[in-house]
């Protein structure tokens, strides 16, 4: 029998994890598919010892999409929701068991901002039937504009900050917005500016009657 072939005997029923636990099947689940996606990297600090940079956002976290059958399923299952990195950190790992796994996205690095940098990378999906990668972070050349965070299967990342020079309060980044994005990087101004934290991970079961 093929995952979709038979008609649902009831609809389907959503379970969200957004922080680690234990799965355990509803009564009369046939099938369920499972999309685990890991935390953001945090963006980039802009300002470090005294030198003036620029910064990339934090890689988007990885997504694993996966279709498993009644008869494959443990009784209980182990959660793990990977975190949104800090400042220039990466995101933990999601997974659903042994099933499937994603890994977080990379943390966000300073740079000078009339220099070109590869932004770090996004996670990636691990073990599914459809493996999705992260999406990669911007960089700025704008000497006063941080790089935006890395987007998901969830939607986008963090938006850079601006500095519009002396001590402005819009300078540091803006946290991922969808589940698992990068935190967008710092501006630069004459105060020392963090990167802002990625966004946590996701693990969401449908599960089929």
Do not use: H
């Amino acid at each position: 029998m093929s995952f979709l072939s038979a008609p649902p005997s009831k609809p389907p029923n959503l379970v969200f994890f957004t922080s680690s636990g234990n799965y355990t099947p509803s009564l009369g689940v046939q099938k369920i598919k499972v999309i685990v996606t890991g935390g953001g990297g945090g963006g980039g600090n802009s300002r470090v010892s005294g030198t003036y940079l620029t910064a990339t956002g934090g890689g988007g976290g990885g997504t694993s999409i996966s279709f498993i059958e009644k008869s494959s399923l443990s009784l209980v299952i182990a959660i793990t929701v990977g975190a949104g990195g800090s400042q220039q950190s990466v995101g933990g790992s999601s997974s659903f068991g042994s099933y499937c796994s994603a890994t977080g996205g990379a943390g966000g690095v300073g740079i000078n901002y009339n220099q070109t940098s590869t932004p770090p990378v996004g996670g990636v999906g691990v073990g599914g039937n459809i493996n999705i990668n992260g999406g990669g972070p911007s960089s700025s050349s704008e000497a006063q504009k941080g790089g935006d965070g890395g987007s998901t299967f969830w939607g986008g990342g963090g938006g850079g900050g601006v500095a519009n020079g002396g001590s402005n309060s819009t300078a540091g980044g803006n946290v991922g917005q969808a589940f698992g994005s990068g935190g967008g990087a710092s501006g630069c101004d004459s105060s020392a500016r963090n990167g802002a934290s990625g966004k946590s991970g996701i693990v969401q079961i449908e599960e089929f009657f």
